[in-house]
Structures are given as structure tokens and as C-alpha cells.
């Protein structure tokens, strides 16, 4: 049984937002750790700016393309 089925019956699918939103900020949080635990810059901030705002934008993408399998009416 791959999912689990709610009270009515209805099976819940995958959301993948969740998880694509997680290791986003993971990688992230990991990066500023990084380059504070370091001397030296581990990425430029000319580089990092850009990476943070596509960032953001690819996982408020997923989110809003995934936001029909959070929706639950009662």
C-alpha cells in the first residue's frame, strides 16, 4: 500500500513541495555555516544573492504547481 487513506476513503498523493523546500534552506543553512566556520568567503556574495533569489523562486514555483495535492476540503 503506497499511501495512506484518509477517513472518506481518499488516498493522499505525494507532495514534493515539502521536501524540495526543505533541503532548499538545508543547502542554504549549510552554505552560511560554511562561511562562517571558514576564514575566507565560501561563495561570493555577487554569487550568492543571485543563487538565494532563484532559489526562492524555483521552490515558490513547486509549491504553487504542487498546491492542489495540500488541499484538503472537510
Same mark, same amino acid.
Given at each position: !500500500?503506497? +499511501? /495512506? /487513506?484518509?477517513?472518506?476513503? /481518499?488516498r493522499?498523493?505525494?507532495d514534493? %513541495? +515539502?521536501?524540495?523546500? $526543505?533541503?532548499?534552506f @538545508?543547502?542554504?543553512? $549549510?552554505?552560511?555555516?560554511?562561511?562562517?566556520?571558514?576564514?575566507?568567503?565560501? @561563495?561570493?556574495? %555577487?554569487a !550568492?544573492?543571485? *543563487?538565494? @533569489? *532563484? $532559489?526562492? $523562486?524555483?521552490?515558490g514555483?513547486?509549491?504553487? @504547481?504542487?498546491?492542489?495535492?495540500?488541499?484538503?476540503?472537510?
Amino acid at each position: !500500500m503506497a +499511501g /495512506k /487513506k484518509a477517513a472518506g476513503g /481518499k488516498r493522499f498523493r505525494f507532495d514534493p %513541495a +515539502g521536501p524540495v523546500t $526543505g533541503l532548499f534552506f @538545508l543547502a542554504l543553512a $549549510g552554505v552560511f555555516l560554511a562561511d562562517g566556520l571558514t576564514d575566507g568567503d565560501v @561563495l561570493p556574495v %555577487a554569487a !550568492m544573492v543571485p *543563487i538565494v @533569489l *532563484i $532559489g526562492l $523562486g524555483l521552490v515558490g514555483t513547486v509549491r504553487v @504547481l504542487t498546491r492542489s495535492r495540500r488541499r484538503h476540503l472537510r
